[in-house]
């Protein structure tokens, strides 16, 4: 079983900065990729930004130059760093991992950029 735990979320005036991190801990041997989604009640999971396995990062076009994915493989930790936020980030931001095929969620961590 594997677990993942977010933090990080809170509350932060537009053009601030917040990083999100999200550690796995469990029965893990490598990640196929680890990602941030969001998901509002009633609407399908929207990515926010994945890293791949080899390194690889995909960003959805309204974060691009503005959120950075990047992973500590020894900590089994991904982080999300978000800088110049607006109030349309507003969300709650849910981990993601996907390890031998099977995928992990983590309970979300909320993200309040007031105007």
């Known amino acids: 079983q594997v677990h993942l735990v977010e933090s990080g979320g809170g509350l932060v005036q537009a053009g601030g900065s917040l990083r999100l991190s999200c550690a796995a801990s469990?029965?893990?041997?490598?990640?196929?990729?680890m990602g941030w989604y969001l998901q509002a009640p009633g609407k399908q999971r929207e990515l926010v930004a994945e890293i791949l396995s080899g390194g690889t990062t995909t960003y959805v076009d309204s974060v691009k130059g503005r959120f950075t994915i990047s992973r500590d493989s020894a900590k089994n930790t991904v982080y999300l760093q978000m800088n110049s936020l607006k109030p349309e980030d507003t969300d709650v931001y849910y981990c993601?991992?996907?390890?031998?095929?099977?995928?992990?969620w983590g309970q979300g961590t909320q993200v309040t950029v007031s105007s």
């Open positions: 993601a991992a996907v390890i031998g095929g099977h995928d992990y």
């Open positions: 469990g029965s893990i041997r490598r990640f196929d990729a």
